[in-house]
């Protein structure tokens, strides 16, 4: 790294969030470029939303490649594209800017990330019923990819049902069947054999109780997704304690994430090192967490 850094010519790469402290985006993206010989250095800044749209045209100026984006700017990254993909414009979010000759181009690559880490878990069956837990910018990219894999049955809980009936109704011409809204409440009853939960917002995230009532019982063969990486959320360690299988965001962040570096550095997304990042964040996990313990 030493090496790269006394380069003239080093281009950069951005994580763009508030707060971004957190993130091992940094970690896994400069793994993967230098297992490419690449003479690009990844960096995470903090950006407070009244100067996020100034600091990507600054970006821009400097001639940076691009940057990824996380919350709370996603919908803000989105607005100020001069162009963006399909799935950028069908989910309203953008968390891969990428810069070229002035002009910004924008991708979500977040639902597709997260549907290749479920092949992890569920292999390549597609579940019968997905319960989306939140409308946020997180599940927008959630649902669009349910819909797009031909989910059966999508039923999107919210404490606000205002917003989930209008995520809903924005993606209704996507979902080929049945997509429902119901109150969080509900959730016990919704729950089902062989369904699939996505927890898309960020409650556990700094160990608070879920919003979820549990049953008794999980279903056979129900799994839970959640979008939270790094840290064992309590509705996680509820589910398990009943039997259920678990998987958190650490898949999710690995394919985004290579699917950006696709994008930005323009080879095709079986050339990027998938794997060393996997394996790059899962040890990083595993030292956080035993640092953890030790504290304890």
């Known amino acids: 790294m030493e090496n790269i850094l006394s380069r003239a010519d080093l281009r950069t790469l951005w994580l763009l969030g508030h707060p971004v402290r957190h993130s091992m985006s940094p970690l896994i993206q400069n793994a993967a470029l230098r297992h490419l010989n690449q003479a690009i250095i990844y960096q995470a800044a903090d950006v407070s939303v009244e100067d996020f749209e100034s600091a990507v045209h600054g970006l821009v100026a400097l001639g940076a490649i691009g940057a990824n984006v996380t919350v709370p700017h996603k919908e803000a990254a989105f607005r100020i594209c001069h162009q963006r993909t399909p799935r950028a414009e069908a989910i309203g979010a953008c ?6 000759q002035g002009r910004i181009l924008g991708d979500n690559t977040d639902g597709s990330g997260w549907w290749r880490g479920l092949t992890d878990i569920l292999g390549r069956t597609v579940p019968e019923k997905a ?5 946020g910018g997180a599940a927008r990219a959630v649902v669009y990819t349910l819909a797009r894999n031909k989910v059966p049955e999508i039923v999107v809980l919210n404490r606000t049902l205002e917003r989930a009936e209008t995520l809903v109704r924005e993606f209704l011409p996507y979902a080929l069947t049945r997509c429902y809204v119901r109150p969080l409440e509900s959730f016990p009853e919704q729950l089902k054999p062989d369904c699939l939960v996505v927890q898309t917002t960020s409650a556990g995230l700094d160990g608070g109780s879920s919003p979820l009532t549990l049953p008794d019982r999980w279903p056979a063969g129900a799994v839970l997704s959640e979008l939270i990486y790094g840290k064992e959320t309590p509705l996680g360690k509820a589910v398990k304690a009943l039997g259920g299988k678990v998987q958190d965001g650490l898949a999710m962040l690995v394919y985004q994430a290579a699917e950006s570096l696709a994008l930005w550095l323009d080879r095709p997304l079986q ?3 998938a794997e060393l990042m996997m394996k790059t964040a899962r040890q990083r996990v595993s030292v956080v967490r035993s640092e953890h313990q030790d504290s304890d």
Do not use: C, K, Y
């Open 95 to 100: 968390n891969v800017l990428h810069f070229s």
């Open 271 to 273: 050339e990027i090192p």
């Open 131 to 135: 319960v989306v837990v939140g409308a």
